[in-house]
């Protein structure tokens, strides 16, 4: 900057030495002594044109270089802050998933806990693949919360709307293996205990922890129409299957249709 600041004074001076020789010589009259310019010497006005010139294009460049480095480090300075917004949403969905294993480590349910923890292996891997996708990774989050506050039918909503994102065939993978999973935790965690149910739920949540829905619709279909579900149950399950096992509901409507058919010919 100071030698910014020398450089626009000397363009001053020479702006002002330019002026005054002008002046000068309109009213000084050369003499014959031997003071005369040497033949073929450039006049003093062109000295200060060509000083000026010099002076223009080094305060040129010098405000160049200082605006490319102005840019440079506004754009250094929001890389760094990007990148610590990317490892701040990394911590927080590695520490989210690493609760929620945590959270049923204590539990005597062991299908429970092993869910647990490939659910969270599965979030991190979808969440590092994720890089600079901010609002997924608020999804993911969101959901991940949902899940250690017991809000199972938020948490599946949530993690629907993380597989209908725009994402790269890999990551939509790791999204829908993760939904997969959160499917079989939230199953196995409201449906476990079933009275007369308890080899139903265990089909379904192994056949959709592995990705398979169309195995799990008969066991789905018999504990929709024959074990007794609050209204929160109900909802979950449809949150929950709606997605990937479109009409199962009318699917089990009709089965139980025809079960009932079946037991008028016993009276």
Do not use: H
Request: aromatic residues 4%; glycine residues 6%.
């Amino acid at each position: 900057m100071k030698k910014f600041s020398i450089l626009i004074s000397l363009a001053a001076l020479s702006a002002g030495l330019f002026t005054g020789c002008g002046d000068s010589s309109k009213s000084t009259t050369p003499s014959s002594g031997g003071n005369n310019l040497a033949p073929g010497a450039p006049a003093p006005t062109e000295e200060v044109k060509k000083a000026a010139t010099e002076v223009a294009k080094e305060v040129s460049t010098e405000v160049k270089k200082q605006a490319t480095e102005a840019v440079a480090e506004v754009k250094k300075q929001a890389t760094e802050t990007a990148t610590e917004v990317q490892k701040q949403a990394v911590a927080v969905y590695q520490n989210l998933s690493s609760q929620l294993a945590s959270s049923f480590q204590s539990s005597s349910d062991s299908l429970l806990k092993n869910i647990s923890t490939d659910l969270s292996a599965r979030v991190s891997k979808l969440g590092d693949s994720l890089q600079s996708n901010e609002t997924v990774k608020g999804q993911l989050n969101t959901a991940l919360e949902s899940l250690l506050g017991k809000k199972d039918t938020d948490a599946v909503s949530a993690l629907g709307k993380i597989t209908e994102s725009k994402l790269t065939p890999e990551q939509s993978t790791l999204a829908k293996d993760v939904y997969n999973a959160a499917a079989a935790l939230v199953t196995q965690r409201n449906f476990s205990s079933l009275e007369g149910m308890n080899s139903e739920v265990t089909s379904v949540v192994n056949s959709v922890w592995k990705g398979n829905y169309t195995q799990a619709l008969p066991a789905l279909q018999k504990i929709w129409t024959q074990a007794k579900l609050t209204d929160a149950q109900k909802n979950l399950l449809g949150t929950t299957f709606d997605k990937y096992a479109p009409g199962w509901r009318d699917s089990a409507a009709t089965l139980q249709k025809g079960v009932d058919v079946l037991k008028t010919f016993g009276k």
